[in-house]
């Protein structure tokens, strides 16, 4: 079935740095990749996703970039602020069926003031 | 838009008991939810697909009969962990796609249940 590898577990940067997260998956028919940003004891949020049909998405300081053929994909922050300190989850969904999502590990990201 | 909520948020109870936790699209029609289980400082396992009208899809090594899934209207799952016992405590979160705002893979996730079985 479909892995998940992502990296790495936990990353640590100071305020106004970017933070770079990566994850590959194995099952080439994946087609969709969404990112959420979970913080402690609540629920995962919807930050940003791509599609396969894309190779890159942005939405102000968040960005993902899909490489199909090295099935990779990236989470990029710039400008980090305190307040993205949280753990963020990449996924993949397998095509077809019910689309079902397969998480990674999870990052924990800390911002430094 | 796409909210999804859970109740209760938190429970305690005691080992053997069973336990219900409902999961409800306050916003939008949901034909699939899923619940997941997530153990602390781990990533989200899904457990089972819930599909109204029909019977849940279990992903491997978790016991249908143990965890009973309910989809009953559009908008109203229910997960109910059968005599629970204490690793069984754990934080469930369900979500539900909402495929006309986000497209058909979009899930949205519920705020979660914490069970701590004694």
């Known amino acids: 079935g479909e892995n998940v590898e992502q990296h790495p577990s936990t990353l640590s940067v100071q305020e106004g740095d970017s933070a770079v997260i990566k994850c590959t998956y194995s099952d080439s028919a994946s087609n969709y990749f969404p990112w959420y940003k979970q913080e402690l004891g609540k629920r995962p949020q919807l930050i940003i996703d791509?599609?396969?049909?894309?190779g890159e998405k942005k939405d102000q300081r968040i960005a993902v970039t899909l490489n199909k053929t090295a099935k990779h994909f990236s989470l990029h922050i710039t400008e980090t602020q305190p307040e993205d300190s949280a753990v963020y989850f990449c996924a993949s969904s397998l095509s077809g069926g019910y689309n079902k999502l397969i998480f990674g590990a999870g990052t924990r990201l800390a911002v430094h003031p | 838009g796409a909210v999804v909520s859970q109740h209760p948020s938190r429970v305690i109870c005691k080992s053997g008991t069973s336990v219900k936790i409902e999961c409800r699209s306050l916003d939008f029609q949901a034909t699939t939810m899923f619940w997941y289980r997530q153990f602390p400082k781990q990533s989200l396992m899904l457990m089972a697909t819930s599909n109204e009208g029909s019977k849940a899809t279990y992903e491997q090594g978790v016991e249908k009969d143990k965890f009973l899934i309910n989809h009953a209207s559009l908008t109203l799952s229910t997960l109910t962990v059968t005599s629970a016992h204490p690793e069984d405590s754990s934080f469930y979160i369900c979500?539900?796609?909402?495929?006309?705002?986000?497209?058909?893979?979009?899930?949205?996730f519920g705020p979660g249940t914490r069970l701590l079985v004694l």
């Open positions: 791509i599609r396969s049909n894309v």
């Open positions: 979500s539900a796609r909402d495929s006309e705002r986000g497209g058909p893979e979009t899930q949205y």
